[in-house]
């Protein structure tokens, strides 16, 4: 929201007055069912109404990037490699993060997994980890599932790290409702 508004701050500039008149839902209904059609499938009406499809987002995605890079994680040492070729001054470590670096790929300033089979895999760094395990397990849709089945939920979102599988455990191990609902088994164990 901080790009829009500078953007927006940026725009005004240009203007030598401007009015700003706030338009109530019930009155915006013809503009409102415009901008939803061209969001969805605008073919059909392309004929009668001019439609340009904008390429570029309005603002400049570097200013999001910025705030991304600020967190330390073993992503960094990769992103350089792969962006500018810089190598970490310690040779076995600079073989290892050029070994690694053969299953990166950058896109945009985004770290992405390379797969044989799928879809590529965005990387997530240690503050989104956590995050990802909670809304897959316990979120919205989430069935409280057990650790192979939310790993497996991660990756079909296009998401992956290393020991994801180890994080999903003790994430779930956590998870108060998990531990409340859990079978208990009432059958001693046959030797
Ligand atoms: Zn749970």
Known sequence: MASYLS????LIRQFFSFNIVHI??????????????????????????????LKHSSVPQNQVLVIQTGVESWMIPIKAYLSSGTLPKEKAEARKIKHKALN????DGVLYRRAFLGPLLRY????????????????????HAGPRMTV???????YYWPDM???????????????????????????
């Open 7 to 10: 953007q927006e701050k940026d």
């Open 24 to 53: 109530k839902r019930s009155e915006n209904k013809y503009a409102d069912t415009l901008s939803k059609l061209a969001s969805t499938n605008f073919e059909h009406f392309a004929k009668d109404i001019r439609v340009e499809v």
């Open 104 to 107: 990166y790929q950058l896109n």
């Open 124 to 143: 997530v760094d240690a503050k989104d980890e956590n995050y990802l395990i909670r809304e897959i397990h316990e979120g919205i849709c989430g069935l």
């Open 152 to 158: 497996a939920k991660i990756m079909n979102a296009g």
């Open 165 to 191: 599988h180890l994080d999903a455990v003790q994430e779930i191990r956590k998870c108060d409702s998990c531990q409340r609902h859990a079978p208990i088994h009432c059958i001693p164990k046959m030797n």
